[in-house]
């Protein structure tokens, strides 16, 4: 039997340097079908120009102008034909053998839709990075962490998450996708630009019964920080707006009427200590998340993509706040938490 086609597609947006670090990486990989895509955001440092001097066999594909993360890969995606699409980001050094555990684990189950490898540092090979680490969870207000990374504390990994499993949310840093599903949810949603974009995306696909999984004998080293610097402004400003929109898309109503306020409160204390930082920059892009999320309440935004709900699959979410259980508990290490508060 042949082997599922994979479509490893990096989107790129001025990372030439990164391009010409990490691509040698990519082209190394050993599964047999496999094609390169680069999908190029309209970039103006000759990154274009580099790919088709320096690799002639690697499909690149153009957009007219800078879409984002989320609308570059659509626009890209529509062109690729593959069973699986690895989205990849172009600050990633991967190992030759990375692509075939992932793929084997996906095909051995049906219901799973995405999965990701273990995420390192590239810069401290011994620690998980922030994008991913070993696997995505979420708690019950919609904040984000990781086996391995919870909030700013990353931990050196030492062999104790070396089991695959079922997660809430998988990286797009290195995110593996069937096309099936990528087709059937819409792929991502333009809204969110960029940052929680996979997140939402994750949700979307267990809200359709779907699984998501992190596959723990395949592993990548991610740089980071590559497109916008962890202090900016901007950076806060998506994370904050895109996860009151993440809570507000994919909770049942009921219940979003609920958790939304509670964790607009949460934002509001995060504005308070930018404030005492004076990172005032800071401070006003949560206000101004907060305005964009209230004024798109009362607005029709035909370039959402809506979640689908007909078979919730909780598994992988923290039914307390890690807020309170990291800053007021300590519980600072994934390790930490008692299984028996994940649904």
């Known amino acids: 039997m042949s082997l599922p086609k994979v479509a490893v597609v990096i989107l790129n947006w001025n990372g030439k340097k990164y391009l010409h670090d990490f691509l040698p990486s990519v082209m190394a990989s050993t599964y047999p079908n ?3 895509v680069v999908g190029d955001n309209a970039s103006t440092d000759g990154s274009v120009e580099f790919l088709k001097e320096n ?42 053998g990375w692509i075939e555990p992932v793929v084997k684990l996906m095909e051995s189950d049906d219901l799973i839709a995405a999965a990701a490898p273990k995420i390192k540092s590239f810069r401290q090979k011994t620690h998980f990075e922030h994008a991913g680490a070993a696997g995505g969870f979420i708690d019950k207000f919609g904040y984000p962490f990781c086996e391995g990374r919870i909030f700013f504390d990353i931990e050196e990994d030492k062999g104790q998450y070396e089991v695959s499993k079922e997660v809430f949310w998988g ?30 995306l994750c949700w979307r696909l267990k809200n359709m019964g779907l699984k998501v999984m992190y596959c723990a004998e395949s592993e990548v080293y991610h740089v ?13 400003y998506l994370n904050f707006r895109n996860n009151l929109v993440l809570l507000k898309k994919n909770l049942p109503f009921s219940r979003a009427l609920i958790i939304i306020p509670i964790r607009m409160c949460f934002d509001l204390m ?73 649904l």
Not at 331 to 342: E, G, Q, S, V, Y
């Open 270 to 342: 995060a504005l308070l200590r930018f404030i005492s930082e004076k990172k005032y920059k800071n401070a006003w892009a949560v206000s101004k998340a907060h305005q964009n999320f209230i004024r798109r309440l009362f607005t029709k935004n035909i370039t959402s993509v809506k979640s689908r709900h007909r078979n919730y699959n909780l598994k992988g979410m923290y039914n307390r706040s890690i807020v309170l259980d990291f800053f007021i508990r300590k519980k600072t290490h994934f390790i930490d938490l008692d299984p028996k508060d994940f």
């Open 171 to 200: 990286s797009g840093a290195a995110l593996f996708i069937k096309k099936k599903y990528w087709d059937e949810c819409l792929g991502f949603d333009e809204r969110f630009f960029a940052h929680m974009e996979e997140i939402d």
């Open 34 to 36: 496999m094609e390169v």
């Open 224 to 236: 980071g920080g590559g497109t916008l610097d962890t202090e900016s402004p901007f950076k806060t």
């Open 55 to 96: 690799y002639p066999t690697i499909s690149i594909l153009t957009n007219d102008q800078n879409y984002g993360f989320t609308g570059g890969y659509n626009r890209i995606l529509n062109r690729v034909e593959a069973d699986y699409y690895v989205l990849l980001n172009s600050d990633i050094e991967v190992v030759p």
